[in-house]
């Protein structure tokens, strides 16, 4: 019996002094990160010398090319591209758009969505119709709708608090809705931008056609010309309202681009991996600032706070830049796929940050049976503003490693602004704070060490 008792008081003794330890190692991360940090310096080159940076852009290759030589600059232990072939979508001319009803007219800001078809060189002129859901459609039928422009104009509930749910309810419209105005026989479709700020920038975003239909012109119209355009349709007289608009987009053959890839050896078990990263390009306005530059910055800062403090990581640590998650996920398909045929390794856990570099709150798991595990960590980052682990969503770049059976994290700051900049010309580096994007990093660098010593244990 005494010799039970004490086994079990060294083994709780053991216990209390890596929670010690633990809690020594993390403060220690958060100092480096808010008096030596990186991050903020990484963000504003990336945003101001090379800027927005559309897959297949020479943006993106300049953003690939300069990410790599950042990684090598801080001797991690290896560091590579990864080929991956994405999609090469350009926007051309700024687009054009007015609205008209009698002898009226007024302009209004358009941006075409990712993947859309070009107008005709005179640009489209049509009667619009107004719908706020994509049920509607098939409710008016082909003979109210042939011929004319659909405007979805149903805007992010505001009382979701979840800004990420609000506009996940809201997203249908912009990636299904042309070709389902098109299966009616319209002639183009315009989308109110998904965001709850009242402003006058267009947001963009991917839509996606079904080859079943023809392909239609579609766009983003900001929010305030889409409460002007909704109101002209309301006022009851003779006249229809119209619309005119000029897109100049085109698609063009795939190109090869890369993940970035970083990463520091475990040194006791070397071939199980955890991952944190954040997706490199971004779309074709605004700097991508928030979306997704601040995950990129963040990613490579977790690894470099890491070496830089001269731990010694149990398991391998990964960062990977993720390229074309904005209008394809090629990479994180790819990442994945060449995971899959390394049996030589397992990734046990994916972290992913891309919902900008605002005050860190939470951790998201995709993994029921692993929340009350990592419950057990929330006393190492309350005092850092980290809430709590909760269930929720990983990641889109993570996403295809869930097949593998990776367990998916996604980083949750505070969202109640980000959507405010998402796919805009807003998101631009002045928009970022400086500690609270180095309190994410510091954030995502403390669960990453926690991993690699611990692992993931139902």
Known sequence: MKKILTAALLTLSFQLAAQSNYEREIKSIYDEALTNGKCYATLEYLCKNIGNRLSGS??????????????????????????????????GAKEEAFIAKGFEKFDVRICALGGSVNTPEKGLDAEVIEVKSLAELKKLGREKIQGKIVFFNRPMDPTIINTGVAYGKAADQRGSGPSEAARYGAVGAVVRSLTHANDDYPHT?????????????????????????????????????????????????DVQSYNVIAEIEGNEKPNEIILVGGHLDSWDVGEGAHDDGAGCVQSIEALRIIKQLGYKPKRTLRAVLFMNEENGNRGGIEYARVAAIDKSITHIAAIESDLGGFTPRIFSVD????????????????????EHFQKGWGGVDIGPLKAQGTKLIGYLPDTQRYFDYHHSEADTFDKVNKRELELGAASMSALLWLLSEEGINK
């Not at 079904?210 to 119209?221: G, H, Q, R, T």
């Not at 010309?225 to 005119?244: C, E, F, H, W």
């Not at 929340?371 to 503003?385: A, D, M, Q, R, T």
């Open 205 to 253: 975003g991917s839509t996606h056609y079904n080859d079943s239909f023809p392909k239609i012109p579609a766009c983003a119209i900001s929010t305030k010309g889409a409460d002007a355009l909704s109101n002209l349709i309301k006022l009851q007289t003779p006249s229809k309202v119209r619309m005119y608009m000029k897109l100049n987009c085109k698609t063009l053959p």
């Open 58 to 91: 020479e943006q993106a290759e300049k953003a690939v090319q300069y990410m790599f030589s950042k990684m090598k600059s801080y001797n991690f232990d290896t560091v590579y591209l990864q080929p991956v072939m994405v999609p090469h979508w350009v926007r």
């Open 367 to 386: 993994d029921d049976n692993i929340i009350p595990y990592l419950k057990n960590w929330e006393k190492y980052f309350v005092s850092y503003g980290i």
